[in-house]
């Protein structure tokens, strides 16, 4: 729940709440005023009916009351003088002064009064009292409550203008780029949002200094590691030219394999460090992935051909939005994987997917396959399944499928792994906004 909408709310319980206490108290007051009122009511009318000149008589005179809004009697010497038909002929025996009690068969505030030999009782049912009451308090709070809508409203405007400054702050935070570490240069004369801005500042420049050290170190020493790395391959390739000892040459020939590796390990570091997804998308293009696939596959069907493995491509060609080289990469890294951890004579299959969430490139191959422990860790760098000791016996830098996953969020696209049907691997790559070809 939003700020706005929890503080909107807050208000407008305490509101409601303080309402419902003030109707509530109000009640109390309005209800004990109008008993005051009332009974100096009911005083007044036994004054009146005790002085009403009535002569005592064989019958006395009743009065026809329906609507039972006050019931009277006058009695003489007990002798009844005139009273309403709602009450019986027989004295009805109270004290005097104001009581409580059931007459006529409904709750009363009685008032009873004497003068000489005369008695006036005097009735009014309680309902008539609530009645009132509830009168006065509605019509008091009627118009307040009507006002809650209009008040919840007026709340949700001001709290939206009071939280502006937040809601700016969120929508230029959302708007960077992801390498953007410049300082939010905002004067703002909140004091609540002034300690965030300052805060967020130094953050800034805390990260952009790990990004660029993180960045910057890993292809600068593999840039620094070219020459030397070059240098050495052409000494170890001349040293075994010259060598007829087959002990000397085994060994020049373990560390030419040694100095290979180190060379790959270089070359991916300086691709993983070229992989930032602002960099790549500002040159995108339409590509196709059935020529890239086709590409990399004639590239690497010496190692395919080698290990004397069968490949296939199948499906229809469909055309992305992106980048020649990162996507030759991706496929390259993803093929390579699956060339070097399928045994010999084995089995690979290369499938262009149209399915309800885009487009897919799968790669299966009958290899191994992975736990689903290895498949939480494969995207990390440097490690390798099984490490050196994988039972292929392939070298690798434990960077491929880091670098996988680096063009993946360039593109914006997703990865799954699973089972392969073949027994091995399944690795498949889903885009969205591309276009069948």
């Known amino acids: 729940m939003s700020i706005r909408k929890r503080l909107t709310l807050i208000l407008l ?16 007051k309005s209800m004990h005023h ?32 329906n609507s039972a809004q006050l019931l009277y009697q006058i009695w003489q010497n007990n002798n009844l003088l005139s009273g309403s038909s709602s009450l019986t002929n027989n004295q009805i025996s ?33 309902a008539k009292r609530f009645e009132l009451a509830e009168a006065v308090i509605l019509s008091a709070m009627l118009p307040m409550l009507w006002a809650v809508p209009l ?7 001001f709290v939206k203008y009071a939280l502006v400054p937040l809601t700016r702050l969120s929508k230029q935070l959302a708007s960077r780029q992801a390498n953007d570490f410049t300082p939010i240069n905002w004067q703002v004369t909140d004091e609540e949002i002034k300690p965030v801005i300052n805060r967020l500042n130094d953050l800034f420049k805390r990260v952009e200094t790990a990004y660029l050290r993180e960045r910057f170190f890993a292809s600068d020493a ?50 993983l460090g070229r992989t930032q997804p602002e960099q790549w998308q500002r040159q995108f293009s339409e590509q196709s992935l059935l020529t890239i696939t086709q590409q990399v596959v004639s590239e690497q069907y010496d190692k395919i051909d080698e290990k004397n493995q069968t490949i296939s491509l199948e499906g229809d060609d469909f055309v992305i939005n992106g980048d ?29 997917v149209s399915s309800n ?5 799968q790669i299966d191959d009958s290899g191994a396959g992975m736990t689903e422990e290895q498949k939480e860790r494969i995207f990390n760098r440097f490690y390798r399944v099984g490490g050196d000791q994988h039972p292929s016996g392939e070298q690798g830098a434990g960077l491929g499928m880091a670098i996988v996953q680096h063009i993946i969020a360039i593109y914006g696209a997703t990865i799954h792994l699973a089972n392969s049907p073949l ?5 498949k790559v889903t885009f969205t906004g591309v276009k069948s070809d």
């Open 324 to 352: 020649e080289f990162t996507l030759t990469t991706l496929i390259a890294n993803l093929l390579s994987n699956a060339i070097k951890y399928t045994p010999n004579n084995g089995q690979i299959i290369i499938k262009l």
């Open 423 to 427: 027994g091995g691997l399944t690795v």
């Open 357 to 361: 969430n885009g487009f897919s490139w």
């Open 94 to 126: 109270f004290s005097e002064g104001f009581q409580t009690a059931n007459v006529a068969g409904q709750r009363m505030r009685v008032f009873v009064m004497s003068k000489n030999t005369r008695k006036v009782i005097v009735a009014e049912p309680m």
């Open 151 to 157: 008040l919840a409203i007026f709340i949700s405007f």
């Open 34 to 65: 109008g008993e005051s009122l009332l009974d100096d009511e009911l005083k007044i009318v036994a004054g009146v009916l005790i002085e009403q000149p009535l002569a005592l008589s064989t019958d006395a005179v009743q009065v026809s009351n």
């Open 222 to 271: 593999a840039h620094e590691l070219r020459t030397p790395l070059s240098s050495l391959k052409i000494n170890v390739h001349n040293l075994a030219n010259k060598q007829s000892n087959l002990q000397d040459h085994q060994e020049l020939q373990a560390m030419s394999q040694g100095i290979n590796r180190l060379s790959n390990i270089v070359e991916q570091m300086l691709i």
């Open 13 to 28: 319980s305490m509101m409601v709440l303080t309402c419902f206490l003030a109707l509530v108290k109000g009640y109390k």
